[in-house]
């Protein structure tokens, strides 16, 4: 067989294609896992500066449970954060400790409760939340919402195309 010109360059652009999808494939893990860890760390940061009493992640949970009426049980809270249930309750014991979450014992089931914020909590959450959207303006600098909303869209698309294929204990 004899190569054209012509097949030459579709082989070649063939090729081009195949190699930019895989550093595309590899870029957008490892740029994934750039921008989580460099959120957490000027989080950690901001609130050091600040001197709060609880750290981003314990925040998140406070936020988490307040966003969704006061009170969650703690499956739901690992749930939503993909967070396994020591690391969990590790974090709700710290905020109970802080008195701003309190365990609510469940009606019907024993040893299961749902985990609630307290008057403390929704305060603390108040006081921290001008911060986080601070760091959130921060984060989308120059970005518009249109390509906000596009990357939030993907960002879902992403996590639906893995739902399914991860085995979460939780």
Known sequence: MMITQENFIIKIYTMQETK???LLNKKVGAMLVATGVLSRVMA???????KFEITPEQY???SIIMDAGGNLYQRQ???????DRPNVTRIINILENKGLVKRIEDVNKRKIYKIA???QGIEMR???QPTMYKLRAITTDG???EDLEKTLLLLEKMQLNMKDKVSMQI
Do not use: H, M, R
Request: aromatic share 6%; glycine share 0%.
């Open 126 to 128: 108040k006081k921290i």
């Open 117 to 119: 914020i307290t008057q």
């Open 60 to 62: 998140l949970i406070l």
């Open 44 to 50: 950690l940061q901001e609130f050091a500066v600040q």
């Open 143 to 145: 970005i518009s919402d």
């Open 20 to 22: 930019t999808n895989n």
């Open 77 to 83: 809270i690992s749930e939503i954060t993909y967070k």
